[in-house]
């Protein structure tokens, strides 16, 4: 009766030393959890920036494929006109 009881304690410290070495190991449960959770962001940010290149692709694909975006472009970033177009700059104070 005694022996089952020691027997018992003995396996639930060997059980809590076992528990507490995988969790605080260089290469437990806590790392484990830290990576994955850097993981999940990389994966985030991957995926956010795959939808930027195809946003951007079409855009470029846009650009070689329609006079009006060429226009914008140009008159926007170059501050290019039409002829007999008037200009007016209006600034800010």
């Known amino acids: 009766m005694k022996s089952k009881l020691i027997v018992r304690i003995i396996l639930f410290v060997l059980f809590l030393g076992s528990m507490a070495f995988?969790?605080?190991n260089?290469?437990?449960l806590?790392?484990?959890l830290k990576v994955r959770k850097e993981l999940k962001k990389i994966e985030e940010d991957i995926?956010?920036?795959e939808s930027e290149i195809f946003r951007l692709q079409?855009?470029?694909?846009s650009l070689k494929t329609s006079?009006?975006?060429?226009?914008k472009v140009a008159r926007e970033k170059f501050h290019m006109s039409k002829?007999?177009?008037k200009v007016f700059i209006i600034e800010e104070k």
């Open 22 to 24: 995988l969790y605080f």
């Open 47 to 49: 995926q956010k920036n």
């Open 83 to 85: 002829k007999n177009e």
């Open 30 to 32: 806590n790392k484990y």
């Open 26 to 28: 260089q290469n437990g």
């Open 58 to 61: 079409n855009e470029i694909d």
């Open 67 to 71: 006079k009006e975006k060429i226009e």
